[in-house]
């Protein structure tokens, strides 16, 4: 009954392939995220879907293709995979909001490592 | 643009003492302003929330926070720390009625609790 479950936990590719990673939410969230968590812990935002809709990509490379078949999947594609791709990617989902913040729901993340 | 910066990249306290991780944030609105909580290897956990209600938000586990807008803070404690802190913990702030529900991290202050 997880909450945001995302597969694999971990991932260990060679640089050039292409890789994904699945997000699903069984909370009737419309909303869902992917954050990326470097090797010094800092966590940015990547992209943020609603209804199935994208409304943020911040500024990252062409490689990486969110895709989102219905409001409660949301999977990360990467092609030609570099070794500054490596990183713990998060999916995190919640309700648009309305007069007040939305909460976001994280998942226990995707560990990426590029050899 | 909204930024947070969290003081102590690590942080040491002995069991039953006070906690208290500091975090101060930029933003041009009246922000929302979040702790959340991340175990190793597993995702990120709310803590507590300010959504310009009361300045002093309770969360769970006995922490609090307090919002003090003439020093830009949001800093958090807990009067007596137990070995089960133990984690990292991310300040966050995000811009109210914004489209997304952007959260900006702060890089996280690791609490290491001594018996």
């Known amino acids: 009954d997880t909450a945001v479950s995302q597969t694999p936990k971990y991932l260990v590719t060679q640089m050039g392939n292409d890789k994904s990673i699945k997000c699903e939410q069984n909370?009737?969230?419309?909303?869902m995220y992917w954050y990326k968590q470097d090797s010094k812990k800092f966590l940015k935002i990547m992209f943020s879907?609603?209804?199935?809709?994208?409304?943020i990509n911040e500024t990252v490379p062409n490689r990486f293709s969110p895709k989102s078949p219905d409001k409660a999947h949301l999977n990360l594609h990467i092609n030609s995979l570099e070794l500054g791709d490596s990183a713990v990617y998060f999916c995190?989902?919640?309700?648009?909001?309305?007069?007040?913040?939305?909460?976001?729901?994280f998942g226990a993340g995707s560990r990426l490592t590029v050899l | 643009a909204q930024s947070v910066t969290q003081l102590g990249s690590h942080v040491s306290v002995s069991e039953g003492a006070l906690v208290l991780l500091r975090c101060n944030y930029s933003?041009?609105?009246?922000?929302?302003l979040f702790w959340y909580v991340q175990y190793p290897n597993q995702g990120l956990q709310l803590l507590l929330k300010?959504?310009?209600?009361?300045?002093l938000v309770k969360g769970i586990n006995g922490f609090e926070a307090e919002f003090k807008k003439s020093e830009t803070s949001f800093h958090l404690t807990k009067p007596s720390a137990h070995m089960s802190d133990a984690a990292e913990y991310f300040c966050?702030?995000?811009?109210?009625?914004?489209?997304?529900?952007?959260?900006?991290f702060g890089a996280g202050t690791i609490l290491r609790v001594k018996s």
């Open positions: 995190a989902s919640s309700h648009r909001g309305g007069l007040g913040p939305s909460i976001l729901t």
């Open positions: 909370l009737g969230h419309d909303t």
């Open positions: 879907y609603n209804n199935k809709e994208l409304i």
């Open positions: 933003s041009s609105v009246p922000p929302y």
């Open positions: 300010y959504t310009s209600a009361a300045t």
């Open positions: 966050a702030v995000s811009k109210p009625g914004e489209y997304g529900n952007k959260l900006v």
